[in-house]
Nanobody
Framework: HVQLVESGGGSVQAGGSLNLSCTASGCTYKYNCMGWFRQATAEEREMVAYIYSGGSTTDYHASVKGRFTISRDTANTVYLRMNSLKFEDTAVYYC?????????????WGQGTQVTVS
């Protein structure tokens, strides 16, 4: 079993920045992919970014490319640096971990952290 704990959400004005972090604990040794999803009110969940293994592979949703950066400093901690935030980035952000990035949405999830851009 794996537990994920996110932190770093909050409220910011448009154009501002926020840093999210997520630490996984438990039996994480076989889970090579970590990433972030978000879900805005009345919207479907969408993948924001993921990072595989030691950072060799990353991918981003088109709407955040060039503004968000995902990084991983240990096997179990992942970060999301969010710059130039827009109102439409407002959502609950969830961290996830899985053995493959294709199955990230089926892996373990954190409790979510609210990001509000005004």
């Amino acid at each position: 079993h794996v537990q994920l704990v996110e932190s770093g959400g909050g409220s910011v004005q448009a154009g501002g920045s926020l840093n999210l972090s997520c630490t996984a604990s438990g039996c994480t040794y076989k889970y090579n992919c970590m990433g972030w999803f978000r879900q805005a009110t009345a919207e479907e969940r969408e993948m924001v970014a993921y990072i595989y293994s030691g950072g060799s592979t990353t991918d981003y949703h088109a709407s955040v490319k060039g503004r968000f950066t995902i990084s991983r400093d240990t096997a179990n901690t992942v970060y999301l640096r969010m710059n130039s935030l827009k109102f439409e980035d407002t959502a609950v952000y969830y961290c996830a971990i899985s053995d493959t990035c294709a199955a990230l949405h089926l892996g373990y999830w954190g409790q979510g952290t609210q990001v509000t851009v005004s």
